[in-house]
């Protein structure tokens, strides 16, 4: 099966940095995804990771170590509209096609 | 808005009653979603359909049927439901063979049971 931990809760300051860790553990692994969900919104795409390394998207990054089965999630500059909850995914192949399964998500607060 | 529109945003419904739950998509994607999103528990995967077929049924109980007449619309239709059963219910839509095959969600429907 998939399995995916992240931490419930993140305060941060507003202009500061924070980085949200994922770790995982799944067979097939297929990519790592990160979204990003205000209260009642739709979750929204963040970033894509399939290979290790860094993928930079303006202010946001993303990381992923496979052989490590960890990823984060980096925000900088953090302005107050970053409050919202960010899940992780794993995508894995299975039955004949790609599935994602998500993490329980982590909820950032920026403070001023 | 990222094109994938549900239908009804709220719904309160008593155990007895049956009602249905629609999701359209506007991007020609290929395959489609119905999610459970709980307070405090991860997304979870409820059904896909990829060109109109079912691929996934992820031991949802059979109070829950859904329905993907086309590509483009895909229904949750609910009967005898508990009160667990209380849920935002998210449906996304992705296309299947891109590179990344991102998920794009709708607002959801935010369904309580009494």
């Known amino acids: 099966g998939q399995s995916l931990e992240q931490p419930s809760e993140v305060t941060a300051v507003e202009g500061a940095i924070v980085q949200i860790n994922c770790t995982y553990q799944?067979?097939?692994?297929?990519?790592l995804f990160w979204y990003q969900q205000h209260a009642g919104e739709a979750p929204t795409f963040l970033s894509y990771n399939v290979l290790d390394g860094l993928e930079e998207k303006g202010r946001f990054s993303s990381f992923l170590s496979r052989s490590k089965g960890y990823s984060y999630l980096l925000l900088k500059e953090l302005q107050m509209k970053d409050s919202a909850s960010y899940f992780c995914a794993v995508r894995y192949s299975g039955a004949g096609s790609y599935q994602l399964t998500f993490g329980k998500g982590t909820k950032l607060s920026v403070i001023p | 808005e990222t094109g994938v529109t549900q239908t009804p945003r709220h719904l309160v419904m008593g155990m007895t009653n049956k009602k249905s739950l629609k999701c359209e998509q506007h991007l020609g994607h290929n395959a489609m979603y119905w999610y459970k999103q709980s307070a405090k528990k991860p997304l979870e995967l409820m059904f896909v359909y990829n060109f109109k077929e079912q691929t996934e049924n992820n031991s949802v109980p059979s109070r829950f049927s859904p329905e993907c007449p086309n590509s483009s619309h895909l229904f949750l239709h609910l009967h005898t439901l508990q009160p667990e059963d209380s849920a935002l219910y998210l449906c996304?839509?992705?296309?299947?063979?891109?590179?990344?095959?991102?998920?794009?969600f709708g607002e959801g429907s935010r369904l309580t049971v009494l």
């Open positions: 799944t067979s097939g692994f297929n990519g």
């Open positions: 996304a839509s992705s296309q299947d063979g891109d590179n990344t095959g991102e998920l794009f």
